[in-house]
């Protein structure tokens, strides 16, 4: 599944139902309704797109089925990512992204790069800070992939 998002505080999190959920809110109550999402799937490509609304305090929660691969881009904002077993392609231009889950069973590469901010991946006794910081690693075991990037920002790994 392709998200891609106006900026926010985004939380996509898998569920055991078969749908896709969309959820907004905004401090500014009229201006929720401004917010749209726009759905197409083509096969097994589904793409789903967010946009309009307010400029601030604009928070989105996405409710997808458990085992989906996910692609998921935003210019800034807080990205959550929880409970979603798959393949990540997760990108922010600014912001902070978290990721729960990744285990050596579940993920083989894993990549995660900033430009200007900190790596934190406890799990693998990460936690990098600075300027253009990467981390990559092929733990043998997993069979889904992570890639986490983000220019300015933090990647919390958990």
């Not at 096969?43 to 692609?71: M, Q, Y």
């Not at 800034?76 to 997760?90: E, H, P, Q, R, Y």
């Not at 690693?137 to 790994?157: S, Y």
């Amino acid at each position: 599944m392709e998200i891609t998002s106006r900026s926010a505080e985004i939380e996509v999190t898998g569920t055991d139902r078969e749908e896709i959920r969309v959820t907004c809110s905004a401090d500014d109550t009229e201006q929720t309704a401004k917010i749209h999402a726009s759905f197409v799937s083509e096969g097994a490509s589904d793409r789903l797109k967010i946009t309009g609304g307010p400029s601030r305090n604009v928070r989105i929660r996405i409710e997808v089925p458990r085992r989906t691969d996910l692609r998921l881009n935003s210019p800034a904002g807080d990205l959550k990512v929880t409970n979603v077993l798959g393949n990540k392609d997760i990108h922010l231009h600014a912001g902070e992204i978290s990721v729960s889950s990744v285990t050596e069973k579940e993920y083989g590469p894993v990549h995660a790069s900033v430009a200007i901010g900190e790596i934190d991946f406890p799990r693998q006794g990460v936690n990098k800070g600075g300027f253009v910081r990467n981390y990559t690693t092929n733990l043998v075991e997993g069979k889904f992939r992570l890639d986490v990037a983000v220019f300015t920002g933090q990647i919390n790994l958990q």
